[in-house]
Each structure stands twice: as structure tokens, then as C-alpha cells.
Nanobody, 122 residues
Framework: QLQASGGGLVQAGGSLRLSCAAS????????MGWFRQAPGKEREFVAT????????YYEDSVKGRFTISRDNAKNTVYLQMNSLKPEDTAVYYC?????????????????WGKGTLVTVSS
């Protein structure tokens, strides 16, 4: 029901925009988020956005570089990633939670999307 796309190979300093399209139900009243899992590491929180687009929260290492947004009319959430670094290399997953930004941040997620691979070369 959640399908992430937009990953790819990019050089350090470049940009990518990930999209997560929802189907089968409306997610307009869900908090949405992005997580990532690098090779050999556990999945970690990246960013989350509330029901409206007014409230967002980011993991410290991506603050100022990544921007999460959503278009409820399109049932889609986005992650604009700028100034990418090799350490941003990971599979990125979108997620939806019946709850608040804190619910997503804590990983208490109701729906997970299939991931999309982002590779940043140095």
C-alpha cells in the first residue's frame, strides 16, 4: 500500500527526491515518515511529518539538507535530499502511523513501504 521510488546513484553533493505513493486507502490522517537502513546497520529514523504539513521533525544528521513534505490530495509523501553524502547511502523506506510525529520517530508504524536504494558516491 506504500510504494517508495526515486532512489538511484548520485555523486556526493548531489540531490535526489524520493516519493512514496499510497494506495488502497487514504493516509491523510496518518503521520508519515522516512527511515533508512545502511548495509550492516539497523534501520534508523530519518524524518517525519504530521497530518498537515505544518509539523516536521528530522534526525540530526539530515537537518538542513533533507526536507519532508506531503500532498494529501495525491496521497503521496516526499523526501527532498540535498547535499548528499556517502554516509547517506542506504535503502530508504516510507512509513505511516496512526499517531503523532513522536509515534513515527519511535518506530511504532502501522504500514511500511518497500524500500528504494540510494547510493551516494564519493
Amino acid at each position: 500500500q506504500l510504494q517508495a521510488s526515486g532512489g538511484g546513484l548520485v555523486q556526493a553533493g548531489g540531490s535526489l527526491r524520493l516519493s512514496c505513493a499510497a494506495s488502497g486507502r487514504t493516509f491523510s490522517n496518518y503521520a508519515m515518515g522516512w527511515f533508512r537502513q545502511a548495509p550492516g546497520k539497523e534501520r534508523e529514523f530519518v524524518a517525519t511529518i504530521g497530518w498537515t504539513s505544518g509539523n516536521t521533525y528530522y534526525e540530526d544528521s539530515v537537518k538542513g539538507r533533507f526536507t519532508i513534505s506531503r500532498d494529501n490530495a495525491k496521497n503521496t509523501v516526499y523526501l527532498q535530499m540535498n547535499s548528499l553524502k556517502p554516509e547517506d547511502t542506504a535503502v530508504y523506506y516510507c512509513a505511516a502511523a496512526v499517531g503523532t510525529l513522536r509515534t513515527v520517530w519511535a518506530g511504532i508504524v502501522d504500514y511500511w513501504g518497500k524500500g528504494t536504494l540510494v547510493t551516494v558516491s564519493s
